[in-house]
């Protein structure tokens, strides 16, 4: 995966750039506390565009922290995107930027934003100055030169075929007890959409692999006991027992977990909640079946949830009914942004320097670590390398995970933590 990252000072049009870029497609926001602005990313095949929240210098709100982001993500960037306000024209923050990326030695795109303005024309002479070679006029509140960056972008990165590898189709397992609304469920998000079904290869003949496109994007459902056919199996099992549940879920990239809110957690619940978890799958929780309960019951339903499933903090729930077709719009919006997580990759360096911070909070008089990588995506994987073989104790991989969940976008997937010894 390249890396492609904008810079610029602030209120040049890095957000609006970035946003025309990726088009009317869903970002990855990274929620940092104590940070002035997110860092946002969003990936493309074989490449990641990010923005980078601006440089800045020596104003006082700009944290420590963001400007060290900035310039990983420069360290990290295989092709930098520097934008330059066509209205204001080069300032002396632009050329400590420049003086910046010509030291890291970076191949630089300099794009000219806000061309429409009248002033700038007058500027276009003093960019020539800074000493780019590349340089695009563009306005992205005027869609203006917005493609042939795009296109110049992807011609420079030199994207390998194994880099696009086909854009693997995400593959949504709806599990839950029985009853708890699973086949009117997937009736909801389906719709009255025709769908292609296939059987999947190698399991039950049950099973079927059903199709569907949402906004243009493929997604398979995998349909787990005939809940898509108009008589159901009668006497369904339990979960567990059933392996055409088991098969799902192996299979699954996000499970959506169902729940009746209208009635207590049981047992049932908990095995497939644990099934989940042991499996490192990104979900979501659905507590169904709204309309038959009130506000008050709906807090008290989501309070004994969590108690249940503690070691699920991270994952966010939704209240809808599958029946009245309620909220079957967010369920989609958390699809979308669950598989954008899923496949989030962290830049190395980024991902150093942020941990050598984690562990400052937390140090370990017992090993010494020397780096981290994250070698795999979906689920998100690490592997802490130290001097040791035993794993450290549990209480500081859930602080580091709670940490990692509070920079990095990790909403409903879970994070897989290895160790190696060096
Ligand atoms: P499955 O066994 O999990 O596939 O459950 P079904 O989809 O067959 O639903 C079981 C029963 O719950 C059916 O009678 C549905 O009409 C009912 N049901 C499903 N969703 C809702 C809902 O949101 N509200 C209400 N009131 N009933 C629902």
Redesign the pocket.
């Known amino acids: 995966m390249k890396n492609v990252v904008i810079v610029g000072r602030p209120n040049v049009g890095k957000s609006s750039l970035f946003n025309k870029l990726i088009g009317k497609r869903k970002a990855i926001i990274h929620p940092s506390p104590g940070m002035t602005r997110d860092l946002i990313s969003f990936q493309f095949k074989g490449w990641q565009l990010i923005d980078s929240g601006g440089i800045d210098f020596g104003t006082e709100e700009f944290s420590e922290l963001i400007r060290n982001q900035v310039f990983y993500a420069i360290e990290e960037a295989d092709l930098v995107i520097f934008i330059i306000d066509g209205k204001e024209g080069v300032t002396p923050i632009d050329k400590e930027i420049s003086k910046i990326l010509r030291k890291k030695n970076k191949k630089v795109f300099l794009v000219f934003n806000k061309i429409d303005a009248k002033s700038a024309q007058d500027f276009y002479y003093e960019i020539f100055s800074l000493g780019f070679k590349d340089i695009f006029k563009v306005s992205s509140e005027h869609n203006l030169g917005i493609e042939e960056l795009k296109s110049s972008i992807e011609k420079e990165l030199k994207i390998s075929p194994e880099e696009i590898q086909e854009e693997k189709i995400l593959r949504i397992a709806i599990l ?10 997937l009736n909801s998000l389906i719709g009255k959409q025709k769908v292609l079904t296939s059987p999947i290869p190698g399991t039950t003949r049950d099973s079927i692999d059903m199709e569907v496109k949402y906004y243009g994007k493929k997604f398979i459902f995998i349909d787990t006991a005939g ?1 898509r056919r108009e008589t ?1 199996i009668k006497d ?1 099992q339990e979960f567990l027992s059933v392996s055409r549940g088991r098969e799902a879920l192996l299979s699954a990239d996000i499970v959506l977990f ?1 729940l009746d809110a ?1 009635t207590p957690i049981t047992n049932q619940d908990r095995e497939i909640g644990f099934e989940i978890e042991k499996n490192y799958k990104g979900f979501v929780f659905l507590a ?5 309960i009130n506000l008050e019951k709906r807090e008290e339903f989501k309070k004994k949830l969590y108690e249940a499933f503690p070691y699920f903090d991270y994952v966010p729930i939704i209240f ?5 077709k309620y909220n079957i719009p967010k369920i989609w919006k958390y699809i979308i942004e669950i598989q954008n997580s899923l496949n989030y990759r962290i830049p190395t360096g980024l991902l150093n320097r942020t941990f050598r911070e984690f562990i400052l909070k937390y140090p370990l008089k017992d090993r010494k670590f020397y780096y981290i990588t994250q070698p795999e995506t979906n689920p998100p994987t690490f592997v802490l390398v130290s001097n040791k073989t035993e794993k450290p104790k549990q209480s500081f991989i859930k602080f580091l995970k709670s940490e990692m969940r509070k920079i990095y976008p990790f909403k409903g997937v879970p994070i897989k933590i290895l160790l190696k010894k060096r």
Do not use: F
Request: aromatic letters at 0%.
């Open positions: 839950g007890k029985p009853n708890v609304g699973k086949s009117s469920l809940q159901k369904q169902l209208s169904n079946k709204v309309d038959l809808i009914s599958a029946l009245k």
